[in-house]
Nanobody, 129 residues
Framework: QVQLVESGGGLVQAGGSLRLSCAASGRTFSNYAMGWFRQAPGKEREFVAAISWSGGTSYYADFVMGRFTVSRDNGKNTVYLELDSLQPEDTAVYYC??????????????????????WGQGTQVTVSS
C-alpha cells in the first residue's frame, strides 16, 4: 500500500477557492490512479474526481460542473484538487485515495470506493454562506 497525507483544507466563504494536496509515500506513486472523495456529516462518502496514473485522463462527478480540477505531479508524488466557486454544500471532509488501476477504465469503476486500497486521513473543507 501507499501512504497518503492530505493538506490544504480550511474555512472559506462561498465563491472562494482552496487547493488540496495529497502527498504519497511508500510505493511507486506513478503506478497508481488517484481519486478524491468527500464525506459530509450524516452522509455517505461520495466520489469527487480521479486522475489516471499517467495524468492523461481525468474524471469528475456530475456535481463538480467545471468548478474543480484534479492534477498530479509524479515527480513530487503529489496529487492536487483545485476547488473553485465553492458553495456551502461542498462542506465535507475530503479524502484522497490510491488504486492500482490501468488507464481507460469507465467512471463507474474509478468512482467506486472499492477500486482504491489506500486512503488518507482526510482534510476538512468548510464553506460559509
Amino acid at each position: 500500500q501507499v501512504q497518503l497525507v492530505e493538506s490544504g483544507g480550511g474555512l472559506v466563504q462561498a465563491g472562494g477557492s482552496l487547493r488540496l494536496s495529497c502527498a504519497a509515500s511508500g510505493r511507486t506513486f506513478s503506478n497508481y490512479a488517484m481519486g478524491w472523495f468527500r464525506q459530509a456529516p450524516g452522509k455517505e462518502r461520495e466520489f469527487v474526481a480521479a486522475i489516471s496514473w499517467s495524468g492523461g485522463t481525468s474524471y469528475y462527478a456530475d456535481f463538480v460542473m467545471g468548478r474543480f480540477t484534479v492534477s498530479r505531479d509524479n515527480g513530487k508524488n503529489t496529487v492536487y484538487l483545485e476547488l473553485d466557486s465553492l458553495q456551502p454544500e461542498d462542506t465535507a471532509v475530503y479524502y484522497c485515495a490510491a488504486g492500482s488501476m490501468r488507464d481507460g477504465l469507465s467512471i463507474a469503476v474509478v468512482s467506486a470506493t472499492w477500486s482504491y486500497d489506500s486512503w488518507g486521513q482526510g482534510t476538512q473543507v468548510t464553506v460559509s454562506s
